[in-house]
């Protein structure tokens, strides 16, 4: 007997141990990948903001390293979109531009792979959507950091950005048409509201109203200093319900079904009381995500962060510990969550 309990105690321990390594090597994996995705991420905005600079100061513009870093961006999301699209929530102060174009760029080959276009398609939609703002480098910067609303006149100049971008990429003739046509009509809409034209239905581009959906959602969500940026959920809730007549509602339920349930970056509730972020999905599994605890059920931070799979755990846990039980908002319980990608990229 004594035998039999000492040897059940011995499974239960291996069982504890082996566990606790797979939690280990997934945690080192997950690391090792976003701090790959981030280098990545670095040099891509490093790229764009160096033709930005150019562009800004009337000099010729190179877009070799732009390209070739969206290249590098498409071919690391074929392998595993999870990191680069977790790293949409990091942002850098005094770089609003940047990251909302790079989010764009990203999110864009995200829906294109979702959708199944074509390895041209999806590049032509990553170089579109990391330059479809660089007219702004046009406007005055004091016009796009006022805090409040813009008047009827300064709007209008805003709103020059389209022109401006299309008119200095197309004379420097170093991108495709098709490119050209997303900087050109990303704030067309389909009921004719847009501009710079007032096109209308199917006379905007395809792929124009795919980065114009992305850079909707991505300002909704996006921390850029003149309001609280929505969670995503909220932001695709908000989507969903006004901006079908200006997308096309199909095309908006397409970029919903994306981005899933629950999108990355998502900050959840599980049953335990514990507070974790969604770091990656699960295709199988859409209610059962990767997360990262950001507090345990005693509301305590732990270091470092454990990652959890939330499908590898067995339903009878599932409903007592492990299942979600609600979507949080981290401004609201005080988390700053492009503070903790941060902390996660420098391990």
Same mark, same amino acid.
């Given at each position: 007997?004594?035998?039999?309990?000492?040897?059940?105690?011995?499974?239960?321990?291996?069982?504890?141990?082996?566990?606790?390594?797979?939690?280990?090597?997934?945690?080192? =994996?997950?690391?090792? /990948?976003?701090?790959?995705?981030?280098?990545?991420?670095?040099?891509?905005?490093?790229?764009?903001?160096?033709?930005? !600079?150019?562009?800004?100061?009337?000099?010729?513009?190179? #877009?070799?390293?732009?390209?070739?870093?969206? #290249?590098?961006?498409?071919?690391?999301?074929?392998?595993?979109?999870?990191?680069?699209?977790?790293?949409?929530?990091?942002?850098?102060?005094?770089?609003?531009?940047?990251?909302?174009?790079?989010?764009?760029?990203?999110?864009?080959? &995200?829906?294109?792979?979702?959708?199944?276009?074509?390895?041209?398609?999806?590049?032509?939609?990553? %170089?579109?959507?990391?330059?479809?703002?660089?007219?702004? @480098?046009?406007?005055?910067?004091?016009?796009?950091?006022?805090?409040?609303?813009?008047?009827?006149?300064?709007?209008?100049?805003?709103?020059?950005?389209?022109?401006?971008?299309? =008119?200095?990429?197309?004379?420097? *003739?170093?991108?495709?048409?098709?490119? %050209?046509?997303?900087?050109?009509?990303?704030?067309?809409?389909?009921?004719?509201? *847009?501009?710079?034209?007032?096109?209308?239905?199917?006379?905007?581009?395809?792929?124009?109203?795919?980065?114009?959906?992305?850079?909707?959602?991505?300002?909704? @969500?996006?921390?850029?200093?003149?309001?609280?940026?929505?969670?995503?959920?909220?932001? #695709?809730?908000?989507?969903? &319900?006004? !901006?079908?007549?200006?997308?096309?509602?199909?095309?908006?339920?397409?970029?919903?079904?994306? #981005?899933?349930?629950?999108?990355?970056?998502?900050?959840?509730?599980?049953?335990s009381g514990a507070v974790v972020?969604?770091?990656?999905?699960?295709?199988?599994?859409?209610?059962?995500?990767?997360?990262?605890?950001?507090?345990? /059920?005693?509301?305590?931070?732990?270091?470092?962060?454990?990652?959890?799979?939330?499908?590898?755990?067995?339903?009878?846990?599932?409903?007592?510990?492990?299942?979600?039980?609600?979507?949080?908002?981290?401004?609201?319980?005080g988390l700053d969550l492009p503070?903790? &990608?941060?902390?996660?990229?420098? *391990?």
């Amino acid at each position: 007997m004594a035998a039999n309990r000492q040897a059940m105690g011995g499974d239960v321990t291996t069982t504890v141990i082996k566990e606790l390594q797979r939690q280990r090597d997934a945690r080192s =994996a997950f690391t090792a /990948e976003v701090q790959k995705a981030a280098h990545l991420h670095a040099r891509a905005r490093v790229a764009l903001e160096r033709v930005a !600079a150019e562009m800004r100061s009337g000099k010729p513009f190179d #877009l070799d390293d732009v390209k070739r870093a969206v #290249l590098e961006m498409f071919e690391n999301l074929g392998r595993n979109t999870n990191p680069l699209l977790w790293l949409v929530n990091l942002r850098f102060q005094h770089a609003h531009t940047s990251c909302h174009c790079l989010n764009t760029c990203i999110l864009s080959m &995200v829906f294109g792979l979702h959708l199944r276009k074509k390895r041209s398609e999806i590049l032509t939609l990553g %170089l579109g959507g990391i330059l479809h703002d660089l007219g702004l @480098t046009r406007i005055p910067p004091l016009m796009l950091e006022k805090p409040e609303k813009l008047s009827d006149t300064e709007l209008e100049i805003v709103h020059q950005h389209a022109r401006e971008g299309y =008119a200095a990429l197309k004379a420097s *003739g170093q991108v495709t048409e098709e490119v %050209l046509s997303i900087v050109h009509r990303h704030h067309e809409r389909a009921d004719g509201n *847009g501009y710079p034209d007032g096109l209308f239905g199917e006379s905007v581009p395809p792929l124009a109203r795919m980065v114009a959906i992305v850079d909707a959602y991505d300002t909704m @969500t996006g921390d850029y200093g003149y309001r609280p940026p929505m969670t995503p959920s909220e932001a #695709l809730r908000r989507l969903n &319900v006004e !901006a079908g007549e200006e997308y096309g509602p199909e095309l908006v339920q397409e970029f919903i079904r994306c #981005l899933g349930t629950y999108p990355l970056g998502s900050v959840v509730e599980l049953n335990s009381g514990a507070v974790v972020m969604v770091v990656g999905s699960n295709p199988q599994a859409r209610l059962k995500p990767v997360v990262l605890q950001l507090r345990d /059920e005693d509301g305590k931070s732990p270091r470092p962060r454990p990652l959890y799979d939330l499908a590898s755990f067995p339903e009878s846990e599932t409903a007592e510990i492990w299942g979600i039980h609600h979507l949080a908002n981290p401004l609201v319980m005080g988390l700053d969550l492009p503070g903790i &990608v941060s902390e996660e990229i420098s *391990g």
